[in-house]
Each structure stands twice: as C-alpha cells, then as structure tokens.
C-alpha cells in the first residue's frame, strides 16, 4: 500500500470520523442525509427501495446509514476497520438491513457493477492524487447516474490552513499534543471524545490537500458528468469568484454533484 494511504488508514484507525453516533445518542438516520442533498433539492425519503447507492470513503456510516434507511440499498466502503464496526453497530442499532459493508482502498475497488448515485465526501482531498482517485469513482456511476462530491476548498480553507501550521507550533509532531493545543487555542477547555474526533479531523491530519471547484468542473467534464448543482452559492460559470467568496465566509468544505451522460464511453 503506498504510504499515505496508510498513513491516513492509520489515523482514522485511532480517530473514526465522524463517529455522530457513536458519541451522542441524538442521530436520527431518517434525515440525517438531508443536509447533504439539500443542494439537490433531494431529502433521505428520496433514496427508496430499487436505489444502488454507493458512499466511498463513508467512515462512521451516519450518512450510508441514512441513505438506506428508507430502503435504497447502499454500499458503505471504506478502507478503515474501525470506522466500518462503528457503522455496522449504528446500522443494527436503527435495524437498517439494506446496507452492505466493505472494507477496500477505493484506488482497486472490489466491485464489478455500477451505481445511481455515488457517494464520496471529504475522501479524495486525502488520496495522494485527488484527480486520480476522481476517476476510480466516477467510473463507478451508471450512465444517467449522479456523483456527489465533497471536498476542501483551496479558498475556504485558508485560515484553517493558517490554524494548522499554529496548532503544529504548539502542540508538535504529537497528535494529541496538538488536539490539545487546538482544543484550548479554540474553546479554552479540554475537548470531549466527539470534538477530539471533529478537532483530529480538521487540524492535524497527516495528509490534506485542497480542490477548487474550478479543477473539479473539469474533472467532470473530462469524465462527462454533467454539473448539477453545488452547496456555498458555486457559480459554474464563475466557480473562481464563487471560491474567493468562500474565504471570507470560511466555507472550508463543498458538495457539488454532477450526472453522467448517458452516451459516453469513460
Ligand atoms: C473525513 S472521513 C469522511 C467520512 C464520511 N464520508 C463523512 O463525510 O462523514 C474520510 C474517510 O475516507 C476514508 N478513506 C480515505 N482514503 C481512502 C481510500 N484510499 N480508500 C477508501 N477509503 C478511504 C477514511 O478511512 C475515512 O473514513
């Protein structure tokens, strides 16, 4: 396994991401994915019976949870053990069935068909080469199928970016030493196990790296996937301007989805 993978295996292993429901019991599958197809003018309800879903890279599983919980059958896939147990007690504790669980690295997925809608949020800006590991997932939509993305943002990432490089003063090589350090640099008091999974996440990774919207739309059309829609107010036609806004509002993280054409030989 090339070594950043399993550098980034090696930290969810130690902090499963998001871990919602495994810390605090007020998850509720039957909406949760709301806010994250709200840009699509979709709701959980949306993702019935006869629906192949695939969410790569789904951690924890509260959204692949989601997703299958009004019947659409959902694929959950992630490289991590420990986040995979996590959703699979999450998937039994709501009694959600129509959900499989594997365990790969998303660069040689074990997986034959293709899917209407593929899923794969805050995974790519984490590969070694995000453009790479684009194209392994996009091949697995059908033709006429969605693909939602979620990733950093060059722009909306910049104080985030500023804090990193702050936290790595503080605290040092250790990763609990600068959990700690952004822990009381942020809200002056020790954090709880699910903010040390948010701080974990969000200021001491081992690798991130950041997209603009303006190389993913290229991506897609590389790949003939139609722009649908994006969260944040992204401008398709002017998705540099709709970044540089981002900056001021600290928009770190974005979704945007797009639909495969049905005619296209990728
Ligand atoms: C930030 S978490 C996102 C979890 C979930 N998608 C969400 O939005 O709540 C990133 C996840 O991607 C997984 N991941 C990173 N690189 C991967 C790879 N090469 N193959 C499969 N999963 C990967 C990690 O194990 C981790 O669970």
Same mark, same amino acid.
């Given at each position: 396994?090339?070594?950043?993978?399993?550098?980034?295996?090696?930290?969810?292993?130690?902090?499963?991401?998001?871990?919602?429901?495994?810390?605090?019991?007020?998850?509720?599958?039957?909406?949760?994915?709301?806010?994250?197809?709200?840009?699509?003018?979709?709701?959980?309800?949306?993702?019935?019976?006869?629906?192949?879903?695939?969410?790569?890279?789904?951690?924890?599983?509260?959204?692949?949870?989601?997703?299958?919980?009004?019947?659409?059958?959902?694929?959950?896939?992630?490289?991590?053990?420990?986040?995979?147990?996590?959703?699979? $007690? =999450?998937?039994?504790?709501?009694?959600?069935?129509?959900?499989? !669980?594997?365990? @790969? %690295?998303?660069?040689?997925?074990?997986? *034959?068909?293709?899917?209407?809608?593929?899923?794969?949020?805050?995974?790519?800006?984490?590969?070694?080469?995000?453009?790479?590991?684009?194209?392994?997932?996009?091949?697995?939509?059908?033709?006429?199928?969605?693909?939602?993305?979620?990733?950093?943002?060059?722009?909306?990432?910049?104080?985030?970016?500023?804090?990193?490089?702050?936290?790595?003063?503080?605290?040092?090589?250790?990763?609990?030493?600068?959990?700690?350090?952004?822990?009381?640099?942020?809200?002056?008091?020790?954090?709880?196990?699910?903010?040390?999974?948010?701080?974990?996440?969000?200021?001491?990774?081992?690798? $991130? =790296?950041?997209?603009?919207?303006?190389?993913?739309?290229?991506? !897609?059309?590389? @790949? %003939?996937?139609?722009?649908?829609?994006? *969260?944040?107010?992204?401008?398709?036609?002017?998705?540099?301007?709709?970044?540089?806004?981002?900056?001021?509002?600290?928009?770190?993280?974005?979704?945007?989805?797009?639909?495969?054409?049905?005619?296209?030989?990728?």
């Amino acid at each position: 396994m090339d070594s950043i993978p399993c550098r980034v295996n090696q930290f969810y292993e130690r902090y499963p991401y998001p871990s919602l429901a495994h810390f605090r019991g007020r998850y509720d599958p039957a909406r949760h994915s709301d806010r994250i197809l709200a840009h699509l003018g979709l709701t959980a309800r949306d993702f019935g019976p006869g629906q192949r879903i695939l969410d790569i890279g789904c951690g924890t599983g509260e959204i692949s949870c989601s997703l299958a919980f009004h019947g659409a059958q959902v694929t959950a896939l992630d490289l991590c053990r420990a986040s995979l147990q996590r959703a699979r $007690e =999450t998937a039994e504790r709501h009694g959600i069935q129509s959900i499989s !669980f594997v365990r @790969a %690295d998303l660069h040689c997925l074990p997986l *034959s068909t293709s899917f209407d809608h593929v899923f794969s949020l805050g995974v790519l800006h984490h590969c070694p080469d995000s453009g790479q590991a684009f194209s392994h997932v996009a091949r697995r939509v059908r033709p006429g199928g969605l693909l939602t993305l979620g990733l950093y943002s060059v722009f909306g990432k910049l104080v985030d970016r500023l804090q990193r490089q702050l936290f790595f003063c503080l605290g040092g090589r250790d990763q609990e030493n600068r959990i700690e350090a952004a822990a009381r640099f942020l809200q002056g008091i020790p954090p709880s196990d699910l903010e040390r999974t948010y701080l974990a996440d969000k200021h001491v990774h081992p690798h $991130e =790296t950041y997209v603009s919207a303006q190389t993913v739309l290229g991506w !897609f059309k590389a @790949a %003939d996937i139609e722009f649908v829609g994006a *969260s944040s107010s992204l401008n398709p036609a002017q998705p540099l301007l709709s970044e540089l806004t981002w900056l001021g509002k600290r928009k770190a993280f974005y979704l945007v989805s797009g639909r495969k054409r049905e005619t296209q030989s990728f």
